[in-house]
């Protein structure tokens, strides 16, 4: 179902600065007047986890976001001692449990848009609380991806 949300121009293009530029390390997204999906803030190459989680979040308790990011973590490969720097995109939907049920739907409609438009991200993850937004549950499921 989609929600005939779109999705703005400059969304795309930070996207292809993250994947392929390096040039910042997260995106957070918002519904802008229930119309688009437009940019909020942009966190750069040095920023960490927390930051992401922080702008994430920094709507309030009621807000819904998407956010972006380039999480990289060591990855060490059955039978070998040395350890690999591994980077993957994931897309997360956060619309913690004290949002409005409209804005959830509004987010969670609107969501496949935005996943068909950002091509090559690894990981979809929709995120209620801290628990499913902590770096470590988000490794946990981007390793579960990885070729043992």
Known sequence: MSSGVAIADDCKSIFEDIKKNKTYRY???????????????????????????????????????????????????????ESTKKQKLFLMSWC????KIKKKMLYAS??????????GVHKYIQATDASEASASEVEKQLRSTDRV
């Open 96 to 99: 913690p449990d004290s949002a």
């Open 27 to 81: 995106c957070v997204f918002y519904i802008k007047e229930e119309k688009s999906i437009t940019v909020e803030t942009k966190g750069d190459s040095n920023s960490s986890y927390d930051d992401f989680l922080k702008d994430l979040q920094s709507g309030g308790d009621g807000e819904c976001r998407y956010g972006l990011y380039d999480f990289e973590y060591e990855h060490q490969c059955q039978g070998t001692a």
């Open 110 to 119: 609107s969501f496949e848009t935005l996943k068909k438009s950002l091509v």
